[in-house]
């Protein structure tokens, strides 16, 4: 048996699910930041105990990277009240992805590496024409090679976000 719990921090609300894996004694918790979001995870949860097994994040549906994406920018929206530093991070974020796209279809989390972030901050500096498609499927054209400083930022903004997701317990590895 899963049990929710709900409760309020400074970021808002929260609700943590409690369980004990089949065979365990030690209890195990997780956090969400939507009640819709612990109810499926506690139904995944309770799943698993009825087929006498432990839960395993496998057991989650992946997320590609740019609904990770669209998560981040959504929670970063509620938080940040300015709307050219969305702007920056969107542009930042929906570049990587596409840039991951173009060699791996469509990105998983297991697409994000220390070694890839470093390929993708060599690719901002190269002199091209590229069109970016948004997180929210609107496309734009950019012709330009990004200065060391814009990109050292839009790679700060990657590194922000997989930050995001490591403190994030809704979106399994």
Not at 52 to 66: C, G, Q, S, V, W
């Amino acid at each position: 048996m899963a049990s929710i719990d709900g409760r309020s921090t400074k970021a808002g609300r929260r609700w943590d699910v409690r369980w004990r894996d089949f065979g365990e004694a030690r209890q195990q918790t997780r956090t969400f930041h939507t009640p819709e979001a612990a109810r499926a995870f506690a139904r995944d949860v309770e799943c698993a105990r009825d087929e006498r097994r432990p839960y395993t994040p496998t057991d989650a549906p992946a997320l590609t990277l740019r609904e990770l994406a669209t998560a981040y920018l959504k929670d970063r929206k509620r938080i940040t009240k300015s709307a050219a530093s969305i702007e920056q991070r969107e542009i930042a974020l929906s570049m990587f992805v596409d840039w991951i796209e173009r060699d791996e279809g469509t990105p998983f989390a297991r697409h994000l590496s220390r070694q890839r972030l470093a390929g993708y901050h060599a690719f901002l500096q190269e002199p091209r024409r590229v069109t970016v498609r948004n997180v929210n499927g609107t496309t734009r054209e950019h012709t330009y090679r990004c200065s060391a400083n814009t990109a050292n930022s839009r790679v700060r903004y990657v590194e922000a976000w997989w930050r995001w997701l490591g403190d994030s317990d809704e979106y399994p590895d």
